[in-house]
T-cell receptor, first 111, second 112 residues
Framework: QKEVEQDPGPLSVPEGAIVSLNCTYS??????FMWYRQYSRKGPELLMY????GNKEDGRFTAQVDKSSKYISLFIRDSQPSDSATYLC???????????FGKGTMLLVSP | DGGITQSPKYLFRKEGQNVTLSCEQN?????MYWYRQDPGQGLRLIYY???????QKGDIAEGYSVSREKKESFPLTVTSAQKNPTAFYLC???????????FGQGTRLTVV
C-alpha cells in the first residue's frame, strides 16, 4: 500500500461547481497536511496548510483533515476555469521529516 | 520580492555530460530540497539540506550530487551516472523542517 493515495483524474466539472479533491494515507504519524496547485510546466503553489484534524477555510477553498479515517479533502466552491490545474496533497510527521506527496489529481473546469 | 529562483528554465545537454541546476532563495529559510517530477510519478525527493554544509540523500539520490555552502543556495548536479536524467526538477525551501515548503518554478532538463 502506498503511503499517500490520490486519484489522478482527470476530474471534469462545469464552471461554478463545487469540487472535492481527496487523499488517503496510511501513516498515522502524519501531522501536517498541505495542498498545492500546479499549473502545467510550473512549480507547485501552496494553497492550504493545516495541522492535525479539523477544517480550514481560505476564500473559495476549504481543507478538511480526518485523522481517524486517514483522509484529507480540499473543497473548491464556485470553481473557475482558472482553477484547472493539478492538485497535489502533501503531508509530514511532527519533528524533522520530509514531505510525502500524492501523485496529484488533474482538475478541468469548463466554461 | 521574496521567493525561490531556479535557473535556467529549460536546459539541454548531451548524454554523458554533467549539468548543474541552480536554486537560490531569499526567504531566509533553513531547509532546502530537490525533487524530480516525471509524468505519472509525482514528486520524488532527491536530496535535502537542513543547514549549511549539511545535506542528506532522499529517495532517488543515485546519479545526483548537491552542495550547501550558503544558506541561500542549493545547486544540484546531474551527473553522467544518472541513467534517465530527462525530467522536470523542482527546488523547494521551508523555514523549519516541519513547516510548509515553497517551490521554485522548476527546470526542465532534456538530455539528448
Amino acid at each position: 500500500q502506498k503511503e499517500v493515495e490520490q486519484d489522478p483524474g482527470p476530474l471534469s466539472v462545469p464552471e461554478g461547481a463545487i469540487v472535492s479533491l481527496n487523499c488517503t494515507y496510511s501513516n498515522s504519524a502524519f501531522q501536517y497536511f498541505m495542498w498545492y496547485r500546479q499549473y502545467s510546466r510550473k512549480g507547485p503553489e501552496l494553497l492550504m496548510y493545516t495541522y492535525s484534524s479539523g477544517n480550514k477555510e481560505d476564500g473559495r477553498f476549504t481543507a478538511q483533515v480526518d485523522k481517524s479515517s486517514k483522509y484529507i479533502s480540499l473543497f473548491i466552491r464556485d470553481s473557475q476555469p482558472s482553477d484547472s490545474a493539478t492538485y497535489l496533497c502533501a503531508m509530514r510527521n511532527s519533528g524533522y521529516s520530509t514531505l510525502t506527496f500524492g501523485k496529484g489529481t488533474m482538475l478541468l473546469v469548463s466554461p | 520580492d521574496g521567493g525561490i529562483t531556479q535557473s535556467p528554465k529549460y536546459l539541454f545537454r548531451k548524454e554523458g555530460q554533467n549539468v548543474t541546476l541552480s536554486c537560490e532563495q531569499n526567504l531566509n529559510h533553513d531547509a532546502m530540497y530537490w525533487y524530480r517530477q516525471d509524468p505519472g510519478q509525482g514528486l520524488r525527493l532527491i536530496y535535502y539540506s537542513q543547514i549549511v554544509n549539511d545535506f542528506q540523500k532522499g529517495d532517488i539520490a543515485e546519479g545526483y550530487s548537491v552542495s550547501r555552502e550558503k544558506k541561500e543556495s542549493f545547486p544540484l548536479t546531474v551527473t553522467s551516472a544518472q541513467k534517465n536524467p530527462t525530467a522536470f526538477y523542482l527546488c523547494a525551501s521551508s523555514f523549519r523542517e516541519h513547516t510548509e515548503a515553497f517551490f521554485g518554478q522548476g527546470t526542465r532538463l532534456t538530455v539528448v
